[in-house]
């Protein structure tokens, strides 16, 4: 690889809006074959709000799913196993 083929360095701005980020405490994943749909849901029975929505390509969400193997495990070298979260009673649908 050239130093023109060199790494790039990309400014990301992260806008003032979206810095407190959004609790979701529930997530209901969808797609097609073009994209897959992850709806972040804050759930308080008797309702609950999508709170975020994110679309990506089916590349990108491997990249997703392999990034979130590597954190869960460095996390759990750190700080134990991580107990699994019983599922809220009842369904979940959109209306």
């Given at each position: 690889?050239?130093?023109?083929q060199?790494?790039?360095?990309?400014?990301?701005?992260?806008p003032?809006?979206?810095?407190?980020?959004?609790?979701?405490?529930?997530?209901?994943?969808?797609?097609?074959?073009e994209?897959?749909?992850?709806?972040?849901?804050?759930?308080?029975?008797?309702?609950?709000?999508?709170?975020?929505?994110?679309?990506?390509?089916?590349?990108?969400?491997?990249?997703?799913?392999?990034?979130?193997?590597d954190?869960?495990s460095k996390?759990?070298?750190?700080?134990?196993?991580?107990?699994?979260a019983?599922?809220?009673?009842?369904?979940?649908?959109?209306?």
């Amino acid at each position: 690889m050239s130093k023109e083929q060199g790494v790039q360095e990309i400014k990301i701005n992260f806008p003032q809006d979206l810095q407190g980020g959004a609790y979701a405490n529930n997530m209901i994943v969808s797609h097609t074959k073009e994209e897959f749909i992850l709806d972040f849901i804050m759930v308080a029975p008797p309702t609950g709000t999508v709170t975020a929505r994110v679309i990506v390509s089916p590349g990108h969400m491997k990249r997703i799913l392999e990034a979130l193997r590597d954190n869960v495990s460095k996390y759990e070298r750190v700080f134990g196993t991580i107990q699994v979260a019983e599922p809220p009673k009842g369904t979940i649908g959109f209306s």
